[in-house]
T-cell receptor
Framework: GQNIDQPTEMTATEGAIVQINCTYQ??????LFWYQQHAGEAPTFLSY??LDGLEEKGRFSSFLSRSKGYSYLLLKELQMKDSASYLC??????????WGAGTKLIIKP | SAVISQKPSRDICQRGTSLTIQCQVD?????MFWYRQQPGQSLTLIAT?????????ESGFVIDKFPISRPNLTFSTLTVSNMSPEDSSIYLC?????????????FGPGTRLTVL
């Protein structure tokens, strides 16, 4: 079967750095996405990785290792508004998105 | 990008009734997707709706329970039929927009459904 694993919840301090991990086992691989979802709102796109390595976009970076079936989302200089759920999703060989359950990130002052 | 609206934003319904959710996109798109998201759970794809053809349903979802219409390239509806409390969830409409090397999914704001 297809599976995406993420921690259920993480807590971090304002101004700090946090890394959210995602491991996956899917039928084929056509890219990995990270989405942010604030409570009661729709998910919004953060990043896309299809090749190994680090993609940096401002305070957010995403890393991919296809051989390990592993990705992480790195958030720097955390702000209170970063409190949200972060969803990892993998596009399989049929170009269908397989979604993780999301990681709820709690930022404390 | 794409801007998506959904109606209603939320509803409370009685067991055995049906609710139709509308999804409107500000541009023409080939495929529209309907998802369900229960609290603390991942997004679960219900079906993919192509204009001019029958929707394609995922395992565990059937047309009699979740009939879908796709009358044109900017609009779709999802009906949740003969509802039970287990259907209480957030229903999200989404579309793919090509960004060159990948397709980005844009989501509507969701419809929060509570079935009593």
């Amino acid at each position: 079967g297809q599976n995406i694993d993420q921690p259920t919840e993480m807590t971090a301090t304002e101004g700090a750095i946090v890394q959210i991990n995602c491991t996956y086992q899917t039928s084929g691989f056509n890219g990995l996405f990270w989405y942010q979802q604030h409570a009661g709102e729709a998910p919004t796109f953060l990043s896309y990785n299809v090749l190994d390595g680090l993609e940096e976009k401002g305070r957010f970076s995403s890393f991919l290792s296809r051989s390990k079936g592993y990705s992480y989302l790195l958030l720097k200089e955390l702000q209170m508004k970063d409190s949200a759920s972060y969803l990892c999703a993998v596009m399989d060989s049929n170009y269908q998105l397989i979604w993780g359950a999301g990681t709820k990130l709690i930022i404390k002052p | 990008s794409a801007v998506i609206s959904q109606k209603p934003s939320r509803d409370i319904c009685q067991r055995g009734t049906s609710l139709t959710i509308q999804c409107q996109v500000d541009s023409q798109v080939t495929m529209m997707f309907w998802y369900r998201q229960q609290p603390g759970q991942s997004l679960t794809l219900i079906a993919t709706a192509n204009q001019g053809s029958e929707a394609t349903y995922e395992s565990g979802f059937v047309i009699d329970k979740f009939p879908i219409s796709r009358p044109n390239l900017t609009f779709s509806t999802l009906t949740v039929s003969n509802m039970s409390p287990e259907d209480s969830s957030i229903y999200l409409c989404s579309v793919d927009v090509s960004g060159g090397t990948y397709n980005e999914q844009f989501f509507g704001p969701g419809t929060r459904l509570t079935v009593l």
